[in-house]
């Protein structure tokens, strides 16, 4: 798998995770929210008013918390991937450079020899010597 490749999907599972956490504790805060009495005489009582499910409530910040590590961790993962690039890109330059620095050092002796070369070894051109 390219890098580049690797870089989108965990940009993907940072977004999916941050979704995943929206939901969650959106539900959470939506179930701590609603303030309902569950110990209220039967006359007195709101219907409309769901019980908290506290078991569903602890699973629902487990998940969150999950999902925040995930995404802290994928995070971490996308900076050093991205650190990782950074450095083979000014490597790439650096060689660039290098290469370049060559050529320009042939180019004087393969301007000389060059009208005295055959057509063949042109391209290929040394610094002559004399016979």
């Known amino acids: 798998m390219s890098s580049?490749?690797?870089l989108v999907a965990c940009r993907c599972l940072v977004i999916l995770l941050a979704m995943t956490l929206g939901v969650f504790g959106v539900r959470t805060l939506q179930a701590k929210g609603k303030g309902c009495q569950t110990s209220c005489p039967a006359e007195s009582c709101q219907t409309s008013c769901p019980a908290v499910?506290?078991?569903?409530?602890?699973?629902?910040e487990e998940a969150r918390?999950?999902?925040?590590?995930?995404?802290e961790h994928a995070r971490h993962e996308a900076e050093?991937?991205?650190?990782?690039?950074q450095k083979a890109y000014e490597h790439a330059q650096h060689e660039a450079e290098e290469a370049r620095e060559r050529a320009e050092a042939k180019q004087p002796a393969c301007n000389m020899c060059a009208p005295k070369c055959e057509p063949v070894c042109a391209p290929k051109c040394e610094p002559w010597r004399g016979e």
């Open 4 to 6: 580049l490749s690797k």
């Open 65 to 71: 918390e999950r999902a925040e590590k995930a995404a």
């Open 53 to 60: 499910d506290k078991h569903a409530q602890h699973e629902a």
């Open 80 to 85: 050093e991937e991205c650190a990782k690039q």
